[in-house]
């Protein structure tokens, strides 16, 4: 499971913008936003470069994790 699309939505991001910027389809990058498939770490790190997040973020729910 990943939060792309929860990041997406707090940075007010489209997803169809996200596709543009991976020169992705917009169904690959839907795909992974609503968990029917998994990116590949290539895929990941790059989303997390572009939305200015660690891989962690897209991956762990830091509200729910008690430290």
Do not use: C, F, H
Request: hydrophobic share 35%; proline share 1%.
């Amino acid at each position: 499971m990943n939060r792309i699309k929860e990041v997406l939505k707090t940075k007010g991001i489209s997803q169809t913008w996200l596709a543009s910027q991976m020169d992705k389809s917009y169904n690959s990058i839907n795909e992974y936003a609503r968990n029917k498939r998994q990116p590949s770490l290539e895929d990941l790190y790059q989303i997390a470069e572009i939305l200015e997040v660690s891989a962690k973020d897209l991956l762990i729910d830091k509200s729910k994790t008690s430290e």
